[in-house]
């Protein structure tokens, strides 16, 4: 009985996951502030994930920021945090096979701000692996690129000529939670003396406004007077303009008095959004608007009272009067 027999070679190649990558952060790790707007730094952090090897399979893998301590100045002054945000533009890296997966790929949320020494996530639970699967050894990276925006507005007013030096701790966790990497990154934010001129302007009729009850009928019906263009401002950046009674009420010279909130104040014409309010020794707003440029917004001024009121009846027949205050802010 003939026997054949057939010799197989059989190679077995066994490969483990690794647990290999690496995590680091790079960062242009200094940003001025010299205008009201704000400041963006442009690429300002990469963050970097890398691997020399065959296989790379990480899943669900998770990228988070806090501060380690809250921002303050040499004075003790307080940056607000959630005036920062990381805004993810683009990856870039090479992978076997690649190529890379993208930021929408990834799930990146965009802004993500501090939030005071509490953790956020630049990366929640990332939809695309750490992945690579190569017959031969080779480099794998994965940069992803962020700007880091500290926005504009009038909290930055009492901030002026102050630097404000923090840490911000990157940690990169594998989807068990277990750690990848932390890296502490020293950064710094002074706040310049800031530019952006801003004026306002109240005219001469405006600035001594009248309202007269001669009749009736102005009590009935109420009463208002319109300054015509009676506002004027500029500004360069974003700005709001409030308005505030010296005093706490109307008062003659005989000593009586009236309340304020009997005069409501509303403006009109410009392109900025107006807001009708009653008079009140509080600032109120009533107008924000973007940058004219430099060049003057003119608004009508109107003055006036509701229909029956029953506290402008029955008082004495007298001049009642207040000052007002207007100003203009960067927004």
């Known amino acids: 009985m003939n026997k054949r027999i057939a010799h ?33 730094n442009v690429d300002g952090f990469t963050l970097r994930f890398s691997f020399w090897g065959w296989i790379l399979y990480v899943p669900n893998w998770k990228l988070s920021v806090q501060l380690t301590a809250p921002i303050q100045a040499g004075d003790g002054t307080v940056f607000p945090s959630e005036k920062i945000s990381f805004v ?13 997966p993208t930021v929408s790929q990834i799930g990146m949320p965009s802004p993500v701000p501090l939030i005071g020494t509490s953790e956020v996530f630049l990366v929640p639970s990332s939809n695309a692996p750490l992945y690579q699967l190569s017959l031969l050894p080779r480099s794998y990276e994965l940069k992803m690129i962020f700007n880091l925006v500290v926005a504009g507005g009038a909290y930055l007013s009492p901030l002026q000529e102050k630097i404000f030096p923090f840490t911000l701790r990157f940690t990169a966790y594998r989807q068990d939670n277990s750690v990848i990497g932390v890296l502490d990154i020293n950064y710094t934010i002074q706040v310049h003396r800031l530019s952006g001129e801003y004026s306002i302007r109240i005219s001469t009729e405006a600035a001594n406004g009248l309202l007269e009850f001669n009749t009736a009928a102005d ?9 015509t263009d009676g506002l004027a401002v500029s500004a360069f950046t974003a700005y709001q303009v ?19 909130d009997i005069v409501r104040l509303q403006l009109s014409g410009g392109s900025g959004i107006t807001t009708p309010v009653t008079l009140s020794s509080a600032a109120k707003t009533i107008l924000q608007g973007l940058s004219t440029g430099g060049i003057a917004e003119t608004y009508d001024i109107t003055y006036y009272t509701e229909p029956n009121d029953l506290r402008l009846f029955n008082v004495p027949s007298e001049q009642y009067e207040t000052s007002l205050m207007y100003e203009i802010s960067p927004q």
Do not use: C, H, M
């Not at 059989?10 to 205008?35: D, E, H, K, P």
């Open 8 to 40: 197989i070679l059989l190679f077995l190649f066994v490969a483990g996951f690794s647990y290999g990558q690496s995590f680091n952060v790079w960062s242009y790790n200094y940003q001025n502030i010299y205008t009201y707007d704000g400041a963006t």
């Open 88 to 100: 993810p533009t683009r990856t870039e890296g090479q992978a076997w096979p690649g190529p890379i």
């Open 219 to 227: 009590y009935i019906n109420g009463k208002s007077v319109t300054y």
């Open 242 to 260: 409030t308005v505030r009674s010296i005093s706490a009420f109307f008062s003659s010279s005989a000593g009586d008095t009236l309340p304020l």
